[in-house]
């Protein structure tokens, strides 16, 4: 299945809203911008357990966490993961989730930039860990692994209520 | 500054050197369109056989380059004679130890690129591209076994498909076919990113007018991979800020003085 006709830029996206200073956002508020849904409905991203743990791991060090989605070269097309806050997102980016990740009390959020989301918005993706060493800043780098995404295409049912 | 590598990492590059009012420089990579234009197949000839060369170039250094020609496009005329060659000339890749001076292609750079190579192998057959060639790990066995080995692989497939719009930084290439000369343009130019391109044709004007209208900083017409001393390099787009390699490079680590020097003594006469 093939995404169609690309949507239009002005498509309504549910929108985003500057953060606030050191982004603490009101209890309850969803950054406007935000392609993510309700925790009951079907999802645009998963969390491998492995990938969890590493997440719990990483949260005791550095604190809350958020990943950005790359593309390009290199260490490209990898989720990036920072402290939550360290990379500034803006009115191009789209929240795609606030992944819960169990024994952490902030959800992990997962940011893409809105050009490449246009380009990935019909797969559902799944953040693995494998071993590896990243080039970038990502947190995990230091521990040997790297995140990594799997992809598959999102079901009919799935692209109904994530798209449309 | 100056940063090669990825999307994200850029932003964050950018984003530390504002606070500093710092100038930056940035090759993101890209997602760089193979032309092959109808009279490339005019003839058989040693062009025929350099355009084929050409195509190939998607396996060099196993993918892993920022200008990796990962997008063929390939016109409807000559499409299945074309790429029926191109894929007996991928056949012909050898893969080994990349000490083999034999070897043409060695190992992937690490565990998580062969792992991210792997998933797009993945995704790009359940979005419906079809693999002509190759597909999967190589184990190549003896001492070799275990290496980071892809087979070069050839998609045929649709450029709205994420492995034709992903640097997938392995030796796999997304083949697509166009009508005309304003279809090719229009699919070269769909893309985030703009660093590198080819053009193939025995047409003068076809290319001139191609390296015109592709959006990208650097088009080989009528060869590839050549990084001569002094050809401006660098990205349109998302592949990034700035150019390299060319004399221009050095502005960005220099600044513009003006010294206004007056060499008369007398008041201007004003107050």
């Known amino acids: 299945m093939l995404p169609g006709t690309r949507p239009e830029r002005n498509e309504p996206e549910p929108e985003w809203s500057e953060p606030e200073p050191g982004r603490s956002e009101p209890e309850g508020s969803e950054p406007e911008r935000s392609a993510a849904r309700p925790a009951t409905g079907p999802a645009r991203v998963a969390v491998t357990e492995a990938a969890a743990e590493l997440l719990r791991a990483l949260s005791a060090k550095h604190g809350p966490l958020m990943f950005h989605q790359s593309g390009g070269c290199c260490d490209g097309s990898s989720p990036m993961c920072y402290p939550d806050g360290e990379f500034r997102v803006g009115t191009s980016d789209v929240l795609l989730a606030r992944l819960a990740i169990e024994g952490l009390a902030e959800p992990v959020t997962f940011w893409m930039g809105g050009e490449q989301f246009e380009r990935w918005r019909h797969t559902h993706l799944t953040v693995d860990v494998v071993p590896g060493r990243g080039g970038g800043f990502s947190l995990e780098a230091p521990e040997g692994v790297r995140f990594l995404i799997r992809s598959r295409l999102l079901t009919d049912a799935e692209d109904a209520v994530l798209n449309h | ?271």
């Open chain 2, 1 to 271: 500054m100056a940063f090669t590598g990825e999307t994200t990492t850029g932003r964050l590059i950018m984003q530390y050197a504002s606070e500093h009012i710092k100038p930056v420089t940035l090759e993101l990579g890209g997602k760089s369109p193979n032309i092959f234009f109808d009279d490339v197949s005019g003839a058989r000839d040693d062009f025929y056989d350099k355009a084929l060369e050409g195509f190939a170039m998607f396996a060099l250094n196993q993918g892993e380059v920022c200008t990796c020609p990962s997008r063929a496009l390939i016109q409807r005329g000559h499409y299945g004679d074309f790429l029926a060659d191109a894929i007996a000339r991928t056949e012909r890749m050898v893969q080994g130890n990349p000490l083999d001076t034999g070897t043409m292609v060695g190992a992937q750079a690490s565990n998580d690129q062969l792992e991210k190579i792997l998933s797009y192998l993945e995704i790009g057959q359940t979005e419906g591209a079809k693999i002509l060639i190759g597909g999967e790990r190589l184990d190549l066995g003896g001492e070799l076994s275990g290496g980071y080995y892809v087979q070069p692989t050839i998609f045929e497939g649709d450029n709205r498909m994420r492995i034709f719009q992903e640097e997938i930084f392995g030796p796999v290439v997304a083949v697509t076919r166009f009508e005309d000369y304003a279809d090719a343009i229009s699919i070269a130019n769909d893309t985030l990113y703009g660093l590198g391109a080819a053009v193939w044709t025995r047409d003068g004007t076809t290319a001139y007018r191609a390296g015109r209208a592709i959006q990208a900083g650097r088009v080989w017409t009528n060869c590839y991979h050549l990084y001569p001393a002094h050809a401006a390099f660098g990205g349109y787009k998302s592949s990034g800020i700035g150019r390299e390699n060319h004399k221009m490079m050095l502005e960005h680590y220099q600044q513009t003085k003006n010294l206004l020097v007056s060499y008369s003594a007398k008041a201007m006469g004003f107050f």
